[in-house]
């Protein structure tokens, strides 16, 4: 590899697994330029979509401690670097296979697991960490409300009792 365009491009490679904690591998053979356009932007500014070589992509990964599995890297094979919501990449990669049957997601890497196709469908049916922290603090705020409700039922009753109590003195 004593190219210095193979270098750069191994370099540059490499900054972006050790940038970013989950990478999507696909198989785009297929697609037009349009089509890979039309992708890039679904997966929004978070992600960076390229091609890359299986040799380039396997040594990079490497050398930044990344492990894919060797039957991923065959075939033409595009990368995505996810620096967001790896769910929402997901999700944009399923919705963008369905319409489009060439595409096929081949599987990932993700906080210092590898995954599968499977594992990336299934990643994409989660929710995304804004909608799981959203439906929590939701789920909390129930479940104060009633603690609240519980704690204030003693202290009424007690008031209640000691208001009949002193009526009945009265009487």
């Not at 270098?7 to 940038?19: D, H």
């Not at 992708?39 to 500014?45: I, V």
């Not at 922290?133 to 519980?150: H, N, V, Y």
Request: hydrophobic letters at 45%.
């Amino acid at each position: 590899m004593a190219n210095p365009k193979n270098q750069a491009s191994l370099a540059e490679l490499k900054n972006r697994f050790e940038g970013t904690t989950t990478t999507l591998l696909t198989e785009y053979r297929g697609l037009s330029v349009a089509e890979t356009t039309e992708l890039r932007r679904a997966l929004g500014a978070d992600v960076t979509y390229s091609v890359a070589k299986n040799t380039m992509i396997k040594l990079a990964a490497q050398e930044a401690g990344v492990e894919y599995d060797e039957a991923l890297l065959t075939g033409p094979t595009a990368i995505a670097f996810v620096h967001g919501e790896a769910v929402d990449a997901a999700k944009a990669m399923k919705n963008f296979g369905k319409d489009h049957k060439n595409f096929v997601i081949k599987g990932g890497y993700m906080d210092g697991n590898a995954l599968s196709a499977e594992q990336v469908e299934a990643l994409a049916e989660m929710d995304n960490r804004e909608t799981t922290l959203a439906k929590l603090a939701g789920a909390m705020q129930g479940s104060l409300a009633k603690a609240a409700g519980l704690f204030n039922a003693p202290a009424s009753q007690i008031a209640r009792l000691s208001a009949a109590l002193q009526e009945k003195k009265g009487e």
